[in-house]
């Protein structure tokens, strides 16, 4: 009766499936590249170079990597709630902003007062976007894809009208920016790995988020409220609650994102924080299908994907929105490829009646 | 038009590695009622399917009318003149029955002349033995109306053999009595040889003239309905002879008052009426029974007592207090709710066997307090115990809860839902799409709860298991509660005309 290798063989078909997607969007692309007279290898060869190749491009790699494993979460927390979240990039940016806006006052004060300002401030920024969302959805049965998303261009534009209105430097004349922490106050590389600071505190968030998730009796209400809302509600768990939570807590890692790659990066808020952080962390977190222990392989990858753009663009003369294609490829692969569960015979449990 | 007999021979079927038939014959005699049956999961559906056109055979072949039949396709056996009535009602609510009609037609012109088509429609219906109104949306009309409309519009598409799925599961007494009495009066005049898929033994003996009987995907008996009665069909069905056993009924209903629902009223939803419950009372010891015409009230009186539909006015009060049906106060007061099609209202099918077994109890410790930290390896252990103690057959705990059987579905939700100390249980339709095995187990299972002192209210579809397992029973129509009589000695034919909202 007892079927004792089906735990392990359900877990090699949830490996399986985006593997396979990966491999078809492989071959997809691959036509693509060869439509344009171009080698599929020679960009393989130098994806690889220019996303793990060399210290430097690995440093490149996780440079990237960092938000994603926070904008990952935005996506990947409501997710398991069964909410498809896709605005996280405004929580990226307007996090950002509010971090830089309220540290203004402290800068005199250093680093230990100033950092944690940020990060609270992004956060709080970033849950409370995100938490709109949520609670659009959980109160009034809005569609919070189509609520995230415009909720997105909002905050977007938002971000725009302050960063070259109210709270411009009026030196920055070709760039619009808020007025900057001052180098004093930002974060600096890991020493000696000269990694960006982002990597630890994403891949602790992931980790927290893990064990949040499967662990503890929020999380575990928190799946069941996502895998069927009736069941939840006959139970009695307050489905609504758990949905706007999981949106702020989604947001705050983005908002968090937005902070940080300030602190690391910039020094103030300005259009370079909308470098589609939010839009890739989509990606990603389908890819990991919603486990944050998994996403941080897969905003690895992704990171490394855009790392190696500019060297790809160098080598073939392909134009920058190749990589693109290729992240729009595999998340259709991805989306395709859930179909493929409970497909293969093999895979399924045996001897039952 | 006239009735045409059909023959299937040595049919196989395979879903991938499973074989849902295996060498099965059945032969229809034109005229003939001819029931169809097996349990769930018997092949009763993959067989009518390969009649159809829905699927196709692997193996076997088909006579229709004597003559060798190829069907591929779901237009071939249209052009053969078979039909089928879904359990599942396949008219668009907001058309007319007219348009219903018209738009089943398979050469339906591009631009309808409605003045002429309503003509022949009039003419059509005249020569009909039941009389269904054509100008009215089927969303307004009755389900046993619906049902007739359906068979009307399989008569109107000149059906001279006909399967019919279930087709009483909807239906009050009166109505699948006078319908199948119709049914079974258009095939003895010669005008339509009928298959009726069921799994009601009374209507059998009533109606039908053969049976055919499946039995896990292979042929299992066939033969007249006068040399066959309900105890060798159903061992024909099983497999082995099964004493349909009467669950024991232990102890007088206590005094104690459990369930208390007063003036309750809810908010009108779309079309239906909402709740309107003067008063509704179970005590501990005791099974209430509420009977109805499906889509009067029953579900919303199940979502407001399980939470999930709010109320707009009156109280519900639980063991003298009022209750809300919040995770707090169902815990405290030791609610339990056995929802209809479990898989879908009480189980997330993704989640574990061991997951979903511990739903009622993850967030609490052994005494009862609120914890942090899910107790994975106590999950694990208490979900063997319901495993073993409730039979529950599953590939392996940690396997999603969706892909066991319906009959194990619904044990591990009877498993949980069970555990521990039960004062007031709501049961709704706990048998749909249960074997006999399984349907005879819950049924037991719901019994022992209330001999344990447990107040049971159920409200069921099914008027033959309010019958056997309630003490006292309750009609809805409409959103009220119509009648309310104790349960020994009822007359089905009362409750009937009640369920109808006839006096």
Redesign the interface.
């Given at each position: 009766?007892?079927?004792?290798t089906?735990?392990a063989r359900?877990t090699l078909e949830a490996l399986l499936a985006p593997l396979l997607a990966l491999m078809a969007a492989s071959a997809l692309f691959s036509v693509f590249l060869l439509v344009q007279g171009q080698s599929p290898l020679d960009f393989l060869d130098l994806t690889w170079r220019g996303a793990f190749g060399s210290w430097f491009s690995w440093q490149n790699t996780l440079q990237r990597a960092a938000p994603l494993l926070l904008t990952a979460l935005c996506v990947a927390l409501p997710g398991q709630l069964g909410l498809v979240v896709i605005g996280g990039e405004a929580a990226v940016v307007l996090g950002g902003l509010a971090a830089t806006v309220v540290a203004l006052p402290f800068v005199q004060m250093g680093p230990v007062i100033v950092l944690p300002v940020m990060a609270l401030a992004g956060m709080a920024m970033g849950g409370l976007w995100i938490g709109l969302t949520g609670y659009l959805r959980a109160r009034l049965g809005v569609n919070e894809t189509i609520a995230s998303l415009v909720l997105a261009y909002i905050g977007l534009a938002i971000f725009n009208h302050l960063v070259e209105g109210v709270f411009r430097d009026p030196a920055s004349l070709n760039k619009p920016s808020t007025y900057g922490i001052g180098d004093d106050n930002m974060l600096g590389s890991i020493p000696f790995l000269e990694v960006h600071p982002g990597i630890p505190v994403g891949i602790a968030a992931c980790i927290l988020c893990w064990v949040l998730i499967?662990?503890?009796?929020?999380?575990?209400?928190g799946?069941?409220a996502g895998?069927?809302t009736?069941?939840?509600?006959?139970?009695?768990?307050?489905v609504a609650r758990l949905a706007v939570g999981a949106c702020v807590l989604g947001g705050a890692c983005a908002g968090l994102a937005g902070g940080i790659e300030v602190a690391a990066e910039y020094g103030r808020a300005n259009a370079s924080l909308a470098a589609g952080y939010g839009y890739t962390g989509i990606l990603i977190a389908f890819l990991a299908r919603f486990n944050p222990l998994a996403i941080v392989p897969m905003a690895v990858l992704l990171g490394g994907l855009g790392a190696a753009g500019g060297l790809l663009q160098r080598r073939m003369g392909l134009p920058d929105a190749t990589v693109q294609v290729l992240q729009g490829m595999i998340l259709v692969a991805i989306l395709a490829s859930e179909t493929f569960y409970g497909r293969v015979?093999w895979f399924?449990?045996?001897?039952?009646? | 038009m006239s009735a045409i007999g059909v023959e299937a021979f040595g049919i196989c079927k395979r879903f991938?590695?499973f074989q849902a038939l295996s060498d099965v014959s059945m032969k229809v005699h034109p005229g003939s009622v001819h029931g169809l049956l097996g349990e769930n999961g018997a092949g009763k559906s993959t067989l009518v399917k390969c009649l159809l056109g829905y699927y196709r055979a692997d193996e076997g072949s088909l006579l229709v009318d004597s003559k060798e039949a190829v069907i591929e396709r779901p237009a071939d056996a249209d052009a053969l003149g078979l039909g089928m009535v879904y359990q599942h009602f396949t008219l668009v609510p907001s058309m007319t029955v007219a348009e219903n009609l018209v738009m089943a037609r398979r050469n339906v012109p591009g631009i309808i002349d409605w003045k002429s088509e309503s003509a022949a429609l009039e003419e059509f219906m005249r020569g009909m033995p039941f009389k269904v109104p054509l100008h009215v949306p089927t969303g307004s009309l009755a389900a046993g109306e619906r049902q007739k409309t359906e068979i009307v519009k399989q008569l109107y598409l000149r059906r001279q053999f006909l399967v019919l799925d279930e087709p009483t599961s909807v239906l009050t007494p009166q109505e699948a009595d006078e319908m199948l009495g119709l049914i079974r009066g258009l095939a003895h005049s010669g005008q339509l040889t009928i298959v009726i898929i069921t799994h009601k033994l009374k209507e059998v003996a009533k109606f039908v003239d053969e049976v055919t009987v499946l039995r896990r995907g292979r042929f299992a008996g066939a033969g007249s309905v006068r040399y066959l009665g309900p105890t060798e069909l159903t061992a024909m069905m099983i497999g082995e002879a099964h004493e349909p056993a009467e669950p024991e009924r232990l102890g007088e209903p206590s005094d104690e008052i459990q369930l208390q629902v007063r003036d309750l009223r809810t908010a009108a939803d779309g079309g239906r009426a909402g709740l309107s419950i003067a008063e509704l009372t179970v005590r501990a010891r005791e099974i209430v029974g509420i009977a109805g015409v499906s889509g009067n009230g029953q579900k919303t009186l199940v979502e407001v007592l399980?939470?999930?539909q709010p109320i707009e006015s009156g109280s519900v009060d639980v063991g003298g207090i009022p209750y809300d049906?919040?995770?707090?106060?169902?815990?405290a007061r030791h609610v339990r709710?056995l929802?209809e099609e479990p898989l879908?209202?009480?189980?997330?099918?993704?989640?574990t066997v061991v997951?979903n077994l511990?739903?009622?109890s993850?967030?609490r410790d052994a005494a009862g307090t609120?914890?942090?930290?899910?107790d994975?390896a106590g999950m694990a252990a208490r979900a063997r115990e319901m495993i073993a103690a409730y039979g529950i057959?599953?590939?392996?705990p940690?396997?999603?809860i969706g892909?066991?059987?319906g009959g194990?579905v619904q044990r591990c939700v009877l498993a949980r839902e069970l555990d521990g100390d039960v004062k007031l249980l709501i049961v709704a339709n706990p048998c749909f799409g249960l074997d006999v095995k399984a349907v005879a187990e819950t049924r037991a299972r719901i019994m022992a709860a209330r001999n344990a002192g447990t107040a049971v209210l159920l409200i069921s579809e099914d008027l033959d298991e309010i019958m056997e397992l309630s003490d006292r029973i309750a009609v809805m129509h409409g959103g009220q509660v119509v009648h309310q009589m104790p349960a020994a000695g009822a007359d089905p034919q009362e409750i009937g005309r009640h369920m109808l909202g006839h006096e």
């Amino acid at each position: 009766m007892s079927d004792a290798t089906y735990p392990a063989r359900r877990t090699l078909e949830a490996l399986l499936a985006p593997l396979l997607a990966l491999m078809a969007a492989s071959a997809l692309f691959s036509v693509f590249l060869l439509v344009q007279g171009q080698s599929p290898l020679d960009f393989l060869d130098l994806t690889w170079r220019g996303a793990f190749g060399s210290w430097f491009s690995w440093q490149n790699t996780l440079q990237r990597a960092a938000p994603l494993l926070l904008t990952a979460l935005c996506v990947a927390l409501p997710g398991q709630l069964g909410l498809v979240v896709i605005g996280g990039e405004a929580a990226v940016v307007l996090g950002g902003l509010a971090a830089t806006v309220v540290a203004l006052p402290f800068v005199q004060m250093g680093p230990v007062i100033v950092l944690p300002v940020m990060a609270l401030a992004g956060m709080a920024m970033g849950g409370l976007w995100i938490g709109l969302t949520g609670y659009l959805r959980a109160r009034l049965g809005v569609n919070e894809t189509i609520a995230s998303l415009v909720l997105a261009y909002i905050g977007l534009a938002i971000f725009n009208h302050l960063v070259e209105g109210v709270f411009r430097d009026p030196a920055s004349l070709n760039k619009p920016s808020t007025y900057g922490i001052g180098d004093d106050n930002m974060l600096g590389s890991i020493p000696f790995l000269e990694v960006h600071p982002g990597i630890p505190v994403g891949i602790a968030a992931c980790i927290l988020c893990w064990v949040l998730i499967y662990r503890t009796s929020l999380g575990f209400a928190g799946r069941v409220a996502g895998g069927n809302t009736k069941a939840a509600q006959l139970q009695g768990l307050p489905v609504a609650r758990l949905a706007v939570g999981a949106c702020v807590l989604g947001g705050a890692c983005a908002g968090l994102a937005g902070g940080i790659e300030v602190a690391a990066e910039y020094g103030r808020a300005n259009a370079s924080l909308a470098a589609g952080y939010g839009y890739t962390g989509i990606l990603i977190a389908f890819l990991a299908r919603f486990n944050p222990l998994a996403i941080v392989p897969m905003a690895v990858l992704l990171g490394g994907l855009g790392a190696a753009g500019g060297l790809l663009q160098r080598r073939m003369g392909l134009p920058d929105a190749t990589v693109q294609v290729l992240q729009g490829m595999i998340l259709v692969a991805i989306l395709a490829s859930e179909t493929f569960y409970g497909r293969v015979r093999w895979f399924q449990p045996r001897g039952a009646a | 038009m006239s009735a045409i007999g059909v023959e299937a021979f040595g049919i196989c079927k395979r879903f991938g590695t499973f074989q849902a038939l295996s060498d099965v014959s059945m032969k229809v005699h034109p005229g003939s009622v001819h029931g169809l049956l097996g349990e769930n999961g018997a092949g009763k559906s993959t067989l009518v399917k390969c009649l159809l056109g829905y699927y196709r055979a692997d193996e076997g072949s088909l006579l229709v009318d004597s003559k060798e039949a190829v069907i591929e396709r779901p237009a071939d056996a249209d052009a053969l003149g078979l039909g089928m009535v879904y359990q599942h009602f396949t008219l668009v609510p907001s058309m007319t029955v007219a348009e219903n009609l018209v738009m089943a037609r398979r050469n339906v012109p591009g631009i309808i002349d409605w003045k002429s088509e309503s003509a022949a429609l009039e003419e059509f219906m005249r020569g009909m033995p039941f009389k269904v109104p054509l100008h009215v949306p089927t969303g307004s009309l009755a389900a046993g109306e619906r049902q007739k409309t359906e068979i009307v519009k399989q008569l109107y598409l000149r059906r001279q053999f006909l399967v019919l799925d279930e087709p009483t599961s909807v239906l009050t007494p009166q109505e699948a009595d006078e319908m199948l009495g119709l049914i079974r009066g258009l095939a003895h005049s010669g005008q339509l040889t009928i298959v009726i898929i069921t799994h009601k033994l009374k209507e059998v003996a009533k109606f039908v003239d053969e049976v055919t009987v499946l039995r896990r995907g292979r042929f299992a008996g066939a033969g007249s309905v006068r040399y066959l009665g309900p105890t060798e069909l159903t061992a024909m069905m099983i497999g082995e002879a099964h004493e349909p056993a009467e669950p024991e009924r232990l102890g007088e209903p206590s005094d104690e008052i459990q369930l208390q629902v007063r003036d309750l009223r809810t908010a009108a939803d779309g079309g239906r009426a909402g709740l309107s419950i003067a008063e509704l009372t179970v005590r501990a010891r005791e099974i209430v029974g509420i009977a109805g015409v499906s889509g009067n009230g029953q579900k919303t009186l199940v979502e407001v007592l399980g939470g999930q539909q709010p109320i707009e006015s009156g109280s519900v009060d639980v063991g003298g207090i009022p209750y809300d049906a919040s995770r707090e106060q169902a815990q405290a007061r030791h609610v339990r709710v056995l929802p209809e099609e479990p898989l879908r209202n009480g189980c997330v099918p993704n989640m574990t066997v061991v997951d979903n077994l511990a739903l009622r109890s993850f967030d609490r410790d052994a005494a009862g307090t609120q914890r942090g930290w899910l107790d994975l390896a106590g999950m694990a252990a208490r979900a063997r115990e319901m495993i073993a103690a409730y039979g529950i057959r599953a590939p392996s705990p940690q396997a999603p809860i969706g892909v066991l059987s319906g009959g194990n579905v619904q044990r591990c939700v009877l498993a949980r839902e069970l555990d521990g100390d039960v004062k007031l249980l709501i049961v709704a339709n706990p048998c749909f799409g249960l074997d006999v095995k399984a349907v005879a187990e819950t049924r037991a299972r719901i019994m022992a709860a209330r001999n344990a002192g447990t107040a049971v209210l159920l409200i069921s579809e099914d008027l033959d298991e309010i019958m056997e397992l309630s003490d006292r029973i309750a009609v809805m129509h409409g959103g009220q509660v119509v009648h309310q009589m104790p349960a020994a000695g009822a007359d089905p034919q009362e409750i009937g005309r009640h369920m109808l909202g006839h006096e």
